[in-house]
């Protein structure tokens, strides 16, 4: 008896990556993850739960965090995605963000915090003065086994003070 | 002002930079060209005969490389308890039978993971249908359904490959009891004899998931021409991986190479061996190609270890006073289809139990009872979190029916620095009473507890201890540590880091004892071949001996730096003192020579030495082997951690929710080296601890997991976090670096009984099965309605 698989038909893809952009032909049932991952090499999105509940592959889509397992890299056609690779500039500076959960010691095995990074990164892109009530419910869709999330908590709370801080100075010196 | 510079700080992560940028490279992220992807046929059924196994319409797909069944594998066994009564019993694929639904039937191997995945639906499985049995009180009853024939060893156990002089025998499973326990010391009858006042409970606690965030995975890959064997996997302890792939796949333990890869959490259920990794081992062998293999969710959840099953009833005399003079606990493990580590968790936790509170006269007996269901294995306190929410509700209860304070109790049972344990362990250091004392007043015991029923709210109470590594053999570390040419050092450590923070408190350890600052040490990321021995990351080993032996290392090339700097600068040793990278006179701080200097020195004066430090560690130093399982007789380990922990709760009587408002960890762990990290740590164990009381349970029908995923079963989202105070009441232990100890598993068990405590606190009802759902709670208050 013979055994065969079923031809699946590539197609293109557009697309651009930290800032590269890229023409790549992708399987259509292709995950938005599985492509960074396997064919981009970008290993820093992790993948935990495979049903879309856990937050460790979340990636930034133009502005919105989306978990990238759950989403098809041909839906991402055109638009720009920014992974945990592309936050530090090439010069090796780390955004206010990263530099908060090293110094809280935010995380521990560190497989969530490329996903909660990007959550961060984003939520506070969308809410200039979140309270730790509306940051609680932000990451709620990361999860976490290590850390019990406070230390999480508690530095993205010291970022949104900082900035604030940093927008009123400069505002005092304009 | 501490009198350390780097001990006792709050350091960033040595391993944060590589984790934060995404560049932290995890098993799951390792890539070998032309690797392969396994994927694994699991049994539908929880009991059946296999008849057959037709792979021949999967072994025609194209891309398809190799099919495995039982037959290829037949007659490996392995397993964590592995001695000569009780000779292992897992295999890494199902022979004539399958036991529990989940296992592995088959495995396949092809390009890419799609393929693998079609292939599996190819292969058909003839199964003929036994009767299960799920419940182990049913399956120890005369006509049960037996799981297991006679278990036989082809080969020697692991305990004669380590060196107990008993031969294997064979152990025939008489109604499914895999393992029995029988620990006692005093005279229980006469204690309840004395007793003023005698009361028994019963308690049951499910399954959980350790839920570690990396899925379990490895990467292998066989050389044939050197014939090696290197691979990438998650493991706790890389030496008990590596002398179980060479007992079951017949390589030289020297040919096997454990790579270092960061592990994605663990909590104890990375430790054991697993099939799936025995099988890629085999696979890479017979085709000679890089294999990798990564489990979904939904197979760590009914594939994998999840946390034991208890069943505990304990019955305790105390004088009117309170004083506990008797105890007999009676435990019933669920062990599943296999025994995994039931054996140990029945023993474990009476063990980690008796230093905590001094009961006088104990029996404790238990059994491990075959079911067709998955098996199970440590999770973070390893049957200490299920003994002690019994025990601790039952001290709970016993104090509400004698009208004691529940603190006064604990506080009352006390045992004292210094007491000698019936199995010989010496308490050297005992931060308990404090802990227990500090949680109290934290939460405000004296002005809450009894007194907010009617705003449905509550406090209570839970303690804990926890050994620091024990003598499973060979349950020890060895560091060693070079001298750079720029005066740094590297450390050649092979503690693996799963998040508990090793590379950065042991590299703490180094810089303090030889005045180096924490980027002055590197911690080698090397391999198997290079590291030396190590067994100490699992059992709370960590910094007690894998940092003991960092510690006894830095101590080792500390003196052999002072011993040149004496001869360069001509003063006396103990006249010099390091700090900065250098050595310096005390007397006269211009003399000084860097540790570049040193090290130049000494090989060109001392044919070439380059000054290399070496350290060891031993956890139970008296001790050989492990102690005795079955009799609990026998050295546990050297120091004790503990903990104590309070809560505060709202019940919500019209939905039955239990709403924690503050959680309050006291540790004794001796001494924080990196206090972020140890911080970390009771965090973690609040909120895990959090999640066993309210909802985490892995729920089965007919041997079949209903919520094998993260929407069905539920841990603690970001949301969920109550205000959780930490305070460090550690007393320094005389044997460990610096004074350190266990802090990794201890207050977990404490936090889960506060929770209890704390809802009976609020509402009167005392809760006797975890966790406390909603249903539950609505149900056991309106059963109390009832009664009233």
Known sequence: MEVQRKAVQKKLLKIRVNGKDYEVMVKPNRTLLDFLRQDLGLTGTKQACMDNSCGACTVIVDKMAVKSCNILALQVYGREVTTIEGLASPDGKLTDLQEAFLDFNAFQCGFCAPGKVMSATAMLEEMEDPTEEDVRRDMEGNLCRCTGYKQYIDAIMYVVKKRKELKQQKAKEV | MSEFSIVGKHVRRKDGLLKITGQAKYTFDVVLPGMLHGKLLRSPLPHAKILNIDTSKAAKLPGVELILTGKDTKGIRYGFVDTPNHPAEERPIAEEKVRFIGETVAAVFADDIDIAEEALDLIDVDYDPLPAVFDPEEAMKDGAPQIHDTITRDTSCAWEDWGVARKTHSYTPMNNVAARVFIGYGDIDKGFAEADYIREDRFKIPATSHMAMEPHCIVASWNPFEERLDVWLNHMAFELKRYWLHKTLGIPISKIVVHHAYIGGAFGGKAPVFDFEIIAGFATKRICKPVKIVLTREEVFSSCRNSHRFDIT???????????????????????????????????????????????????????????????????????????????????????????????????????????????????????????????????????????????RGVGVGINGMFSGSAYWPFSCAAILKLEHDGKVALLHGDCEFGQGAETSYSQIVAEVLGLSLEDVTYVRGNSDVWPTNYSNFLSGGIFVGGGAAYNAAIDLREKIVKVASEILRVMPEEIELKEGKAVSKKDPRRSCTFAEIKRYNIQKHMGDPLIGFGYKKAVPEIEFYPSLSKGTGRFTDAYGFAAAAAEVEVDKDTGRTKVLKIVVAHDCGREINPGTVVGQMYSQAVQGMGDALFEEIMDESGRIMNPNLIDYEIPRAFDVPEIVVIDCSDPDPNGPFGAKEAGECARAAVISAIANAIYDATGVRVNRLPVTPERMLNLLRAKDKDQ
């Open chain 2, 314 to 456: 304990i019955k305790t005399g105390v004088k009117k006073d309170g004083t506990i003079v008797a105890q007999h606990t009676k435990v019933i493990v669920d062990a599943g289809a296999y025994k995994g580590s039931a054996p140990v968790a029945m023993f474990f936790c009476h063990a980690v139990g008796d230093p905590c509170l001094d009961r006088k006269n104990v029996r404790h007996e238990g059994v491990a009872v075959y079911t067709n269901k998955n098996f199970n294995f440590a999770r973070r306190g390893h049957g200490s979190p299920q003994m002690r929410f019994a025990t601790d509700s039952h001290y709970d209860q016993i104090c509400e029916d004698l009208g004691i304070d529940p603190v006064e109790f604990l506080l009352k049972n006390l045992r004292k620095k210094g007491d000698v344990l019936p199995n010989g362990d010496r308490l050297n250091s005992y931060g308990l009473p404090e802990c227990i004392r500090r949680v109290a007043e934290e939460i405000g015991w004296k002005e809450k507890r009894g007194k907010q029923r009617n705003m449905n």
